[in-house]
């Protein structure tokens, strides 16, 4: 599905995306269409020297930026530093919290915004703090008691940290060892840690246990004040309504006065889907599930491929590296 053709886009939709105002009637929306979408774009675009071809990068860190050794090759550095040259505006647009992006050695040479917890937490390309969409302690407790009683183990995202963790620390670990980090956790002890903000949960199984993830995504579909994705298979991230990826674009191009020619997103996962959805191209890796495959546009190369490097290129045809 395309940028055009999204329910998404038909919601948020022209007004938006232009002039920063909300237009959110599908019916009037799908009637323009998109010719008129094009033209009128042509027109504003005219009348406000708009001169300049920006087109926005969004891509998804974990399974598609980063290797299997979760490390950015150094081709796809090279085609970041030259998007970022020729002008175009670069996201990193991930469900991991802050800290566990920065900490990524090559991150430190990439002055790019970054948009944390499914577009919860958004970063300025100077790591300032530009937007935060928390849940609420009533809201916290009736998800964490819906997905306790499935059997299924909690991480609590903060503007504190993650606990009783964030989810990269838990590769290294057995998920015996995961099972009694769950087990030990006081999650009362959340809400006595100072103004602390709840950004997102994550309901965690073992591999063998996704059918749990299938009962958790059921027992909370009712739930409009929620988005609900997996960035795994063995994963179900729940965020407020307002983090979603997709809307994380939009709103940043609306803070910052910008206006995006085009919006590429690369991503893996069923958290990606959200910014498939606003963009005018989406490309999944080759390592992503069947089921995000068929979201996209198109389909590059693995993440131990280049696949991000390799879908640039192909695309653009104007990347020299």
Same mark, same amino acid.
């Given at each position: ?10 919601h ?13 009637d ?12 094009r ?15 920006m ?7 974990d399974?598609?930026l980063?290797?299997s050794?979760?490390?950015?090759s150094?081709?796809?550095l090279s ?16 469900g ?5 992006v ?10 790019v915004?970054i ?11 100077k790591?300032?703090?530009m937007?935060?969409?928390?849940i ?9 008691a ?25 590769h ?7 099972e009694?980090?769950?087990r030990?956790f006081?999650y ?23 059918e ?6 059921e ?28 809307k994380?674009?939009l ?10 020619? $085009?919006?590429?997103? @690369?991503?893996?996962?069923? %958290? *990606?889907?959200?910014? +498939?959805?606003? /963009?005018t ?12 495959? $068929?979201?996209?546009? @198109?389909?590059?190369?693995? %993440? *131990?491929?280049?696949g +991000?490097?390799? /879908? ?7 990347v020299?590296?």
């Open positions: 599905m395309t940028f055009w053709q999204s329910k998404l886009f038909g948020y939709a022209v007004i938006f995306l232009l002039t920063g105002n909300l237009y959110s599908q019916d009037d929306f799908d009637k323009i269409g998109k010719r008129k979408i033209s009128f774009f042509i027109i504003l675009k005219k009348e406000r020297n708009w001169d300049e071809d087109k926005c990068f969004s891509i998804d860190l399974g598609t980063l290797n050794q979760h490390e950015i150094h081709e796809n085609v970041l530093h030259e998007l970022k040259k020729q002008g175009h505006e670069v996201i990193l647009n991930t991991r919290a802050f800290p566990d920065i900490k990524i050695k090559a991150v430190e040479e990439l002055q915004p948009f944390c917890v499914n577009g919860a937490v958004l970063y300025s390309d790591r300032e703090l937007y935060e969409a928390t609420d302690e009533k809201t916290f407790k009736e998800i964490f819906a997905v306790k009683a499935l059997d299924v183990g909690i991480l609590v995202y903060t503007n504190q940290g993650g606990f009783p963790s964030t989810l990269p620390p838990l290294k670990l057995s998920w015996n060892e995961i009694e980090m769950f030990q006081d009362d002890s959340i809400f006595k840690l100072e103004n602390v903000k709840i950004y997102k949960l994550i309901g965690l199984v073992n591999h063998d246990e996704t749990k993830i299938d009962r958790v995504k027992a909370l579909s009712e739930r409009s004040d929620l988005s609900i994705a997996s960035s795994f298979p063995n994963n179900i991230e729940i965020t407020s309504s307002e983090a979603h990826k997709g994380a674009i709103r940043y191009q609306k803070m910052k006065q910008l206006t995006f020619e $085009e919006i590429y997103a @690369f991503g893996d996962g069923g %958290n *990606d889907i959200a910014q +498939f959805e606003i /963009a191209t989406s490309v999944a890796m080759g390592n992503a599930p069947k089921e995000v495959k $068929e979201k996209a546009d @198109f389909v590059t190369k693995t %993440n *131990d491929e280049n +991000f490097a390799y /879908a640039v290129k192909e695309l653009l045809k104007a020299s590296v």
